[in-house]
């Protein structure tokens, strides 16, 4: 050590350590500065799928593939209007909408109360945690020849398939997160004379919240898939009962629109559960921040 | 609380600057054990603190500081021997330990039954270690220092005839740890509880306490009142010369205990 740096340098013969120049990274950006969509960018990331979709038109009016098989984009946009413009797709909506809907609150409300008994109280632990463990391996899917039977082709079937569907994320989630809150809490709120009840309402579920809303939008999407086996249950109306007609008659084209409306219902429902997170938990800095 | 269930005693109004001999007893220890396996972590603790006593605890890791202070909130219980303490009493530990979901008044008033007057009166406790501006703010978007501030105004907010105070400095910076130090002595004076502080920094005890007590080998080894005036200043020999008995008594090294100093 005492070589390396030698005898006290001159001027002129000082060595240089090699510095690293990190001068550039922040100089040319104004502070604050975060990256924004370019014009350039937002191009770039529609080239492919317009490009996709150009490829498809084309080869449809080219030929190359069967329109029967495969009807291009401006098939599908028509297949929309007609479905528009026939009342059917106004009223299929709302009724698949409402299918899920009382699926999911039946099945979130139990997942919850279910969640919230095993995590707080140790008898709610020993009687359903390892039944829930169980059956939520159970694909749900599987479980539609039995619901037929117990329950028919009517929609008791297709609401208790969404129902059984959604208990799975909504408890596991209120479970972990009931479970996660620090047990030092807990211990300050016993000295700070909180009750049971008082520590479950003001500092356990509170706390448990964030957790607890994950496992709803966790089922809210599971919903909607298992509206979508639901409906291939003999619908007689909504969304699965159009896809049923076209399939009969060969409709590929308003398959795919049907295809597509669910896609749109899953992209609306996350948004809306996203914008129930962001209300609902205010205090994380995470999502004041966003 | 009922799990420990402690004889409480219950304070009498108290006349401000009553001497201490004639305060009411925050607590009263006698002959407390608390055994973890077959080790006695305490054993035969006999200790009574009254009301307006400050005092502090020290010791080496690891010798049941922690487990007598959580004895004494009602954390912990004793294998043992008599534990009688006042019925009103809070305590700040080493973290926070605040509800993130809770704005910070909510968080001072959480024992207390909600109401009106309970935004008022947490107000009120966090106007004292001045916070009252950050009343609506979220716990996360405080310091450490000011964390530990509302943890303090909590404490403050129960009124409490005994005031736990568990190295509710150690994880603070040395310039906010010296605010804190007058903060405490300042309203310890106001409140005048019985305060029992568990602490690694001598210095901390004596300038904060009336008394400081050395627990080692599961008893209390060492027991001294500190007359110095207030307030304190961490000079002098008197001081010095507490440093040095202290940190002998803590099985420091006269050497290193000079180092310190």
Do not use: C
Not at chain 1, 38 to 54: D, K, N
Not at chain 1, 70 to 79: C, D, E, G, R
Not at chain 1, 125 to 141: C, H, K, N, S, W
Not at chain 2, 198 to 207: C, F, R
């Amino acid at each position: 050590m005492t070589l390396r740096y030698g005898p006290v340098a001159t001027a002129a013969s000082v060595a240089h350590l090699p510095l690293v120049d990190l001068s550039g990274a922040g100089v040319n950006q104004p502070p604050g500065h975060t990256w924004r969509p370019t014009r350039r960018g937002i191009a770039l990331r529609a080239a492919a799928p317009v490009a996709l979709l150009a490829l498809w038109q084309m080869s449809a009016s080219a030929g190359w593939i069967s329109t029967d098989a495969l009807p291009p984009p401006s098939a599908i946009v028509s297949a929309f209007q007609d479905l528009i413009a026939s009342g059917d797709l106004q009223s299929a909506i709302p009724t698949s909408l409402a299918r899920s809907l009382v699926g999911l609150v039946l099945g979130a409300s139990t997942g919850l109360a279910l969640g919230l008994f095993a995590g707080l109280w140790r008898v709610g632990e020993g009687l359903f945690d390892a039944p829930m463990q169980m059956l939520r391996t159970v694909p749900f899917i599987a479980m539609i020849p039995l619901f037929i039977i117990w329950f028919g082709i009517g929609e008791d079937a297709k609401i208790a398939l969404i129902y059984a569907a959604t208990i799975f994320p909504v408890y596991l989630n209120t479970y972990a997160g009931v479970r996660g809150v620090d047990r030092k809490l807990i211990e300050a709120g016993q000295v700070f004379g909180l009750s049971h009840f008082g520590i479950a309402v003001r500092i356990i579920l509170p706390t448990a919240l964030p957790s607890i809303l994950v496992g709803l939008r966790y089922a809210a999407g599971v919903a909607l898939l298992a509206l979508v086996a639901a409906e291939q249950i003999n619908a007689q109306s909504g969304i699965g009962y159009i896809l049923l007609n076209a399939n009969q008659n060969q409709r590929t084209d308003i398959i795919l629109a049907g295809i597509i409306v669910y896609a749109a219902l899953g992209i609306i429902i996350d948004i809306v559960m996203r914008w129930v997170e962001r209300i609902s938990l205010p205090w994380r800095p995470s999502i004041v921040l966003a | 609380m009922s799990l420990l269930s402690p004889d409480r005693i219950h304070s009498h109004p108290v006349q401000p600057h009553a001497p201490l001999v004639e305060q009411p007893v925050s607590v009263a220890l006698s002959g407390l054990r608390r055994v973890f396996g077959d080790r006695a972590v305490l054993d035969g603790i006999d200790l009574s603190i009254r009301r307006g006593e400050f005092v502090s605890l020290l010791g080496p890791s690891g010798t049941g500081k922690t487990t007598l202070l959580r004895i004494l909130a009602g954390l912990d219980r004793a294998d043992g021997g008599t534990v009688k303490v006042a019925a009103a009493r809070s305590v700040v530990f080493q973290e926070p330990r605040l509800v993130l979901a809770k704005r910070v008044w909510q968080n001072v008033v959480i024992g207390h039954k909600r109401g009106a007057a309970s935004r008022r009166h947490a107000i009120d406790a966090l106007e004292e270690v001045g916070l009252a501006r950050h009343s609506d703010a979220w716990p996360k978007t405080l310091s450490g220092g000011e964390a530990q501030r509302v943890a303090l105004a909590r404490a403050l907010a129960k009124e409490p005839d005994l005031l736990l105070l568990d190295e509710p400095f150690a994880a603070l910076d040395a310039l906010t740890r010296l605010r804190m130090h007058d903060l405490v002595a300042q309203l310890w004076k106001r409140h005048a509880p019985a305060v029992l502080l568990v602490t690694h920094d001598v210095d901390e005890a004596i300038l904060l306490s009336d008394r400081v007590i050395v627990l080692s080998g599961g008893r209390i080894s060492f027991d001294t009142p500190i007359t110095l005036p207030r307030p304190r200043q961490r000079e002098g020999r008197t001081f010095a010369g507490l440093r040095k008995q202290l940190l002998a008594e803590l099985g420091v090294l006269t050497t290193a205990a000079e180092a310190l100093a």
